[in-house]
Structure formats: structure tokens, C-alpha cells
């Protein structure tokens, strides 16, 4: 299970500062080409999920991503795929929607379990995403990097990107995808 928490920031100093003196690694930096596919005729208030391809350079994934109910945590099995557009034509033709498209430069840190992401996203700004992936409770050592960092006053955003960009494009989709 994935388990995140997301802060909106005006810039990364903070970030960039705890993360040179804690020891965190170096991974990528890399854009992101997010394509979301959903059919709202399969959600209900309480369980919706989405289908990602995930574009990065030459190399992508196929993610199946479902809510919990429980928000910051996610149900989540992704794969490399060779042809995207295959995989395009599969889902449309299945009768998914392609919902809505984020892209996003991301620079990501491991700091033991932790990913560390420094994200701006085209369109919402800039966000910090703390993430570990496990099947045991999390938030608590989420929370505890956050304080480390020196950002307790940076707000924490609830909903994921989709769901600011749907809510913001007053997408039919907002009211399913709330996480």
C-alpha cells in the first residue's frame, strides 16, 4: 500500500536544505507525462480507481491506482510496458476515458524507505511528496520527516494532482476521484 502525505510549497529551499544534511540519496530528476483513464460508469462514492501510462523519456508504466477510502493511501500495482499506445487503444476501445493528463517535473531522494519527491506540476505549482510504499500504518514517520524538514506550517494538500485538476476543470470525474 502506498501511503503519502503531499505539502504545497512556494520553492524548494527548505526541502533542498534537510535533504543535504540528512543523508538522502540522490535518484532522478525527470518529467513525467501522466495520461489518467477512468470509466465513471464503474465508481461509486466509495471505491473508484484510475488507470495511469506513465511516460518518462523512452520508458513507461501501466499503473492500476484505487482509493482506499482512507485518504493519502492508495492501492497500487504499476508495470513497464513497451507501447503506450497500444495500451491507449485497449482502454478506449474497452470504453475508458482518458479523464485528464499531468505533467509534472519531478526530482526524487530516497532517505531510507522514504521517497523524497520535488515536484512542479504544469498547472498546480510546486509540492514536496513524501511516500513509502508498505503494508503496515506509515503517517506518523511521514510527519515526523515533514517536522525534520522545517515545513509543520506548509499546507498539506489532501487530494491528490488528479484530483486538484479534475476539481479544477470541474470534471464530471471530481466527485469519484477525491483522493
Known amino acids: 500500500m502506498e501511503h503519502e502525505i503531499r505539502l504545497k510549497v512556494k520553492d524548494f529551499r527548505a526541502a533542498k536544505s534537510f535533504i543535504a544534511g540528512s543523508g538522502a540519496k540522490y535518484v532522478k530528476a525527470t518529467k513525467q507525462t501522466d495520461r489518467y483513464y477512468g470509466n465513471i460508469n464503474l465508481y461509486t462514492k466509495k471505491r473508484s480507481f484510475l488507470i495511469r501510462i506513465r511516460s518518462e523519456k523512452d520508458t513507461h508504466f501501466l499503473t492500476y491506482k484505487a482509493s ?21 487503444t485497449i482502454l478506449l476501445k474497452s470504453r475508458f476515458n482518458n479523464i485528464i493528463n499531468v505533467t509534472k517535473s519531478r526530482t526524487t531522494y530516497e532517505l531510507g524507505n522514504c521517497s523524497i519527491n520535488l515536484d512542479t506540476v504544469k498547472g498546480l505549482g510546486n509540492f514536496i511528496e513524501l511516500e513509502i510504499i508498505s503494508d503496515s500504518q506509515k503517517h506518523r514517520e511521514l510527519a515526523k520527516i515533514v517536522k525534520e524538514m522545517g515545513l509543520s506550517n506548509a499546507k498539506v494538500m489532501r487530494q491528490g494532482y488528479v484530483s486538484m485538476m479534475l476539481a479544477r476543470s470541474k470534471s464530471k470525474y471530481a466527485r469519484y476521484i477525491n483522493g
Open 68 to 88: 482506499t477510502g482512507r485518504m493519502g493511501r492508495y492501492e497500487e500495482y504499476e508495470t513497464r510496458i513497451e507501447e503506450p499506445e497500444t495500451i491507449k
